[in-house]
């Protein structure tokens, strides 16, 4: 309460105090016309309830100021101050332009006017204003405003010649050069552009981020002469870093040259930029799963990032995404058990679950669902999840349990719903209840009609469960029929011939799955050998298995079975 007193006894002092001021402290305020008393009180006043939100009482008293004198441009400015707080900006408009016509000469009151204008979108009127304003100010700040607003309008040249008159008033500095640039590459005028580029690292001939971007620029339009002059001039200044490395790399990545790449990612991973930059390198699946010493270095990075920090989740499940992408599920999985903070992070969680799923690591499943049902009881995904893990132990009556819990709590989640009674009705299957198996099945393949996904999973899982094989032929040439360069289902089609014993036919399509393949897919290579294995090919077998654990040697089912 104190405050807000000694704000309004500053600005009595300040507007209305009997010492002789020529100038006004505040400038937005013209006061030469306050020699009314009742005047000087009701604005006073309103200045008052506006410092307390009081704005009807504000407009009262302001409404009180106009009869003392309706052409007081001090009065209008507090009324679009007013307005302008409550977002009625054409209002504020009005007023705005009745202060700055009763104080034509008061530049604060034109930028304000321009301001508003702005804010209303009616960016075309701001603009004379701000020409005016620099004219007469020739303040830095309305020349940035100005070019920006040029450039929204898509004033190009206008923008540009806006920038060229602040850098003949303030100098070429970086701030202004990326401004102006910035306009440049907005114009698509290319050569105009590079023409900047060039002056610039001219100029500033030791700023690292120009020289790069030149050498960028050079490089993706293959001009390879151009960027061998600016790279061997980087090194002649000792700037050469990482960055001009990774420059290279993404311009081999993207022509899919790997060995050039590697070999220009070699000297960036040995530099001291950031771990992060270096990771930015192998952003899609296609470049970072095409070598599998890429791959290495990838791992190598994503290690020093978890050492260097053990307590940030988020590069743990970034990893563990990335080996995921590469089919390494029982690598991802370790990497998420490494997470030792008991923060219970959702989205962590939820990826064990589905790499715990996926390993058949079902003590830990059961464990960790357990947990989070009881953290999370209104969150029916995890009664979903504990109702698998349940089943994968056979606990069938806790299974039932809850996976009705969790179906009482889904609202209006097709696939969900689809999921939970599938599930159930694998249960009633092993009850030997067979009219509430058909129903449940029904409802789930019903609402499982547009996801391919789940009828995938769905056939999968009658067909480890030596199961329903007709049910799971269906569903599987449903999938492949929908999306036959779908590699997943293909897989599950073979899955399926080797279930059914259908050997040569199996070898025959696993083979060609792996050929079309663009990456290395472990299970591929596992379900390889155990088709060989059921045909009494042992040798030949265990070397399928082992390049399979080669490229997931966290895999301890496969390397017992080796």
Not at 15 to 20: N, V
Request: hydrophobic share 35%; net charge negative; charged share 25%.
């Amino acid at each position: 309460m104190l405050k807000y007193l000694y704000i309004l006894l500053f600005i009595v002092v300040v507007f209305f105090g009997s010492c002789k001021i020529t100038k006004p402290t505040n400038k937005n305020l013209n006061v030469k016309n306050f020699s009314n008393e009742k005047l000087k009180l009701h604005l006073s006043e309103a200045l008052r309830e506006m410092l307390y939100e009081n704005y009807e009482e504000a407009t009262i008293h302001l409404n009180k100021c106009l009869e003392y004198d309706d052409k007081n441009s001090a009065v209008f400015y507090k009324f679009s101050e007013l307005f302008s707080k409550n977002g009625d900006y054409n209002i504020a408009i009005n007023y705005m332009q009745k202060a700055e016509e009763y104080s034509p000469n008061n530049m604060h009151y034109k930028y304000s006017l321009a301001k508003l204008y702005v804010k209303n979108y009616q960016v075309e009127e701001a603009i004379p204003l701000l020409e005016e304003v620099i004219l007469v100010t020739k303040g830095y700040v309305p020349f940035y405003e100005l070019a920006h607003y040029y450039k929204y309008l898509n004033k190009y040249p206008e923008a540009i010649n806006t920038y060229n008159k602040l850098q003949e008033k303030e100098g070429v500095t970086i701030f202004n050069s990326n401004q102006k640039l910035a306009v440049y590459k907005s114009y698509k005028n290319e050569e105009e552009y590079i023409k900047e580029l060039v002056f610039l690292v001219d100029y500033f001939p030791y700023s690292l981020e120009y020289n790069v971007e030149l050498f960028d620029y050079y490089i993706t339009n293959n001009m390879i002469d151009k960027a061998n002059i600016i790279f061997e001039s980087i090194k002649e200044k000792r700037m050469e870093t990482g960055e001009i490395y990774l420059s290279f790399a993404k311009f081999y990545k993207e022509k899919n040259n790997y060995d050039s790449t590697y070999y220009c990612l070699k000297p960036a991973f040995r530099s001291e930029i950031s771990v992060n930059s270096k990771l930015s390198a192998f952003n899609d699946e296609e470049f970072y799963s095409s070598k599998n010493y890429i791959n290495s270095e990838v791992d190598t990075l994503y290690n020093l990032l978890i050492n260097s920090n053990p307590d940030n989740y988020e590069t743990y499940l970034q990893y563990s995404k990335y080996l995921t992408k590469n089919h390494k599920l029982y690598h991802a999985t370790n990497v998420l058990e490494l997470y030792k903070v008991e923060d219970y992070n959702f989205q962590l969680n939820e990826m064990l679950i589905f790499l715990y799923i996926a390993t058949e690591k079902t003590e830990k499943l059961d464990s960790l669902t357990t947990l989070l049902t009881d953290l999370y009881p209104n969150m029916s995904d995890f009664f979903l999840y504990a109702g698998i893990s349940k089943i994968l132990l056979q606990d069938y009556e806790k299974s039932e349990k809850l996976l009705l819990t969790g179906l009482d709590l889904i609202y209006n989640q097709e696939d969900l719903s689809s999921q939970f009674n599938f599930y159930l009705s694998y249960l009633y299957f092993v009850k030997n209840d067979e009219q509430k198996f058909e129903e449940h099945y029904k409802i789930a393949i019903q609402k499982a009609n547009q996801y391919f996904y789940l009828q995938n999973e769905y056939s999968l899982f009658f067909l480890k469960k030596d199961i329903h094989s007709d049910k799971a032929n269906v569903l599987i040439n449903t999938c492949v029929t929908a999306m036959p360069d779908k590699n997943d289902y293909q897989y599950t089609l073979i899955f399926y011939y080797y279930k059914i014993k259908d050997y040569e036919l199996a070898l025959y399509k696993i083979k060609e799955l792996i050929e079309k393949s663009e990456i290395k897919i472990p299970k591929y290579y596992e379900l390889y050998g155990d088709i060989l294995y059921a045909q009494n090919k042992t040798k030949e077998a265990k070397m399928q298995w082992k390049i399979a654990f080669e490229l997931d040697k966290y895999n301890y089912n496969l390397k017992e079975k080796i």
